[in-house]
């Protein structure tokens, strides 16, 4: 289950220019979550989305699924094993 930020990132990434053939980096994911965020806002973001769900059904649930896979690698939970592996490594 998503988180609000989870979801509200996800949103921003959904709705911004940046595509699942360009395999971005997690900087990438960030700045261009950052960027639509200041740009159009959280309010401007799930407008687009519900738009896209609304014309585009068939495209905007892969493009969703996406979206949120990669805010969670980007992001990823406090205390996950992701989280934990590079506190690990830092120690070293």
Known sequence: ???TFE???AEAL???TLQ???SPASAEVRTAIAG???RIGIQGCAARVASEFGD???TAVA?????????RAAYPAKGSKVVRA????RAA
């Open 14 to 16: 959904f709705a911004s």
């Open 63 to 71: 493009r969703m699924a996406w979206a949120l896979a990669q805010v």
């Open 1 to 3: 289950m998503a988180t």
């Open 7 to 9: 979801a509200v990132r």
């Open 36 to 38: 639509m965020l200041r």
């Open 56 to 58: 585009h059904p068939d």
């Open 86 to 89: 590079i506190h690990a490594l």
């Open 20 to 22: 699942s053939s360009e």
